[in-house]
């Protein structure tokens, strides 16, 4: 089923937005972490990079669980 | 390497992206709220900007309007969750204003460093002027003997020459630390203008609730421009004068006189005879400010610039917008045919307004089918104000001794220039009776 279906979201585009804020974060630590990976310059620069991604896909995990939730 | 304000309350995304730059070898500061980044823009000058639009202290455009209008102003990217922002953003803030959509990436990031550094190598002369031609290499040279030193500069020119763009070339050449700071008198009340260019204490006048710096003190140890000098009223104009004499300025309202160290580049559309003659600008004032005058030409006298130009509008409008027009041969002949009486804004206009109507799936741009605005007036020739005041025979004399100067008193070649027969031309002479003073040749009778 397309977003814009999806009969219980209230303030959908607030959602997406929340979202794409969750996934900029995402983007650029893996960006900063294979940089760093890259230079052979992980230490503990990368292995926090990795925590914030991990911590930011649970969160985007739960924004899509609040989707699924009936309105 | 360039120096990038970071502007975004996501502590995640803004250090993230904060290390990258600097392992990129950019020099980065961040800021979470708008009253940061205002703060950080009072004490910086910046390349580039990365801003979010929702902050918790307001929005990212309360940021964009914190920069000191028409100075020095970095590129500034709009990090934004929607995508229609894109319109608003372009229409209200123009060309140096652009957008990426969350979530971003490297290689957009570094795609905007890369044309930033392509962009400024472009032949831009001074970070900021295009064009290659004899007048404008020679606008160079005086930009380069003037701009290591402190003197005030008055740019002379047409409106839409670019004088503002000269000033900014001349305070990048001086290296100055802080931003240009730029105001335009015309637009500056009779009522403030001593406020907005000296300060004012708190209470100094109705309204004055807290102490205001004034553009002298902005513009501390940097470059103040002030565009259209002679709209200043002349009544303003001596205190203008006694800070440029003493370099102390003392607030409205205040009592005690503090240094400045600014070099002044003023900028007015009048020529030095109207200057003169319509009694807009105090002759000491005038010895002050043009220390080191510069006459930017307009865009006729350097038309071998114009493909130059046409093409950097261009390309801008290209990398902004992610097309590869180009300026086909036909309309590049056109391009370089016509006057453009409204000089280089009305030739980025015409461009501007050409690529909006270009059908997208086009290759090239298309023209519209003739230029004009309602301020792009064909020049008409003005009657010179030697010859108010004269009759037609004294103007008719002049204009006949002038003819016969030029062509070295070939009264044949005169003749044919002035549209009258030569016995016409001898006819005159012989009527004035004083071929002799006015031409200063003898023997004025007609050759049968």
Redesign the interface.
């Known amino acids: 089923m397309k977003l814009q279906e999806y009969p219980g979201a209230p303030g959908l585009s607030k959602l997406v937005h929340d979202i794409r804020n969750e996934l900029n974060a995402i983007v650029m630590n893996a960006e900063l972490a294979r940089l760093l990976l890259q230079r052979q310059e992980a230490g503990d620069g990368a292995m926090r990079a990795l925590d914030v991604i991990l911590d930011k896909s649970s969160a985007c995990g739960r924004i899509l669980e609040e989707m699924q939730e009936p309105g | 390497m360039a120096k990038v304000l970071l502007v975004d309350d ?1 502590a ?2 803004s250090d ?2 904060s ?2 730059l600097t ?1 990129l070898g950019h020099n980065v500061d961040v800021a979470g709220t708008v009253a940061q980044a205002r703060e950080q823009l009072r004490g910086r000058a910046y390349d580039r900007i990365f801003l979010d639009l929702m902050l918790p202290d307001g929005s990212g455009f309360h940021v964009l309007e914190s920069l000191v209008p028409g100075a020095d102003q970095p590129r500034v990217t709009i ?1 934004t ?2 995508p229609s922002v894109k319109n608003h953003v372009m229409s209200l803030y123009g060309m140096n204003v652009n957008y990426l ?6 290689q957009r990031i570094k795609r905007l460093f890369e044309d930033d550094a392509r962009s400024e190598a472009s032949e831009r002369h001074f970070g900021q002027l295009v064009g290659e031609s004899g007048a404008m290499r020679s606008l160079y040279r005086q930009i380069e003997r003037v701009a290591p030193t402190a003197a005030n500069v008055m740019l002379m020119g047409e409106s839409g020459v670019g004088k503002e763009m000269v000033a900014r070339a001349i305070h990048y050449a001086s290296q100055a630390a802080g931003h240009m700071v730029a105001a335009n008198c015309g637009a500056l009340s009779s009522e403030l203008i001593g406020s907005e260019l000296f300060g004012h204490e708190k209470g100094a006048f109705t309204g004055a609730v807290a102490r205001k710096s004034g553009l002298f003190e902005q513009a501390d140890n940097s470059t103040l421009f002030l565009d259209e000098i002679t709209e200043m009223p002349l009544s303003l104009q001596p205190n203008l004068l006694r800070v440029l004499e003493t370099q102390m300025v003392t607030r409205v309202g205040g009592i005690e006189a503090f240094p400045v160290n600014c070099r002044v580049i003023s900028a007015t559309n009048r020529t030095e005879r109207q200057l003169y003659e319509e009694n807009c600008l105090r002759e000491d004032l005038y010895y002050r400010l043009a220390v080191f005058p510069i006459y930017v030409p307009p865009l006729r006298e350097r038309m071998d610039d114009i493909p130059l130009l046409a093409g950097s509008f261009l390309q801008y409008l290209n990398r902004e917008n992610g097309t590869s027009l180009t300026v086909g041969e036909e309309a590049m002949k056109r391009l370089t045919a016509y006057e453009w009486p409204g000089n280089v804004r009305e030739l980025r206009h015409v461009i501007q307004r050409a690529y909006i109507m270009t059908e997208p799936d086009a290759e090239t741009l298309a023209l519209p089918s003739h230029f004009s605005s309602p301020f792009s007036r064909q020049r008409s020739p003005s009657v010179s104000s030697d010859l108010i005041g004269k009759t037609i025979e004294e103007v008719e004399r002049e204009l006949i001794a002038g003819t016969l100067k030029q062509f070295e008193n070939n009264k044949k070649k005169a003749a044919e220039v002035l549209g009258v027969s030569v016995k016409t031309l001898y006819n005159r002479l012989n009527a004035y009776g004083e071929d002799n003073e006015v031409t200063g040749i003898s023997g004025s009778s007609w050759p049968e």
């Open positions: 996501d995640a995304f993230a992206t290390q990258l392992l990090i969750g929607h959509v969350k979530p971003l990436d490297l």
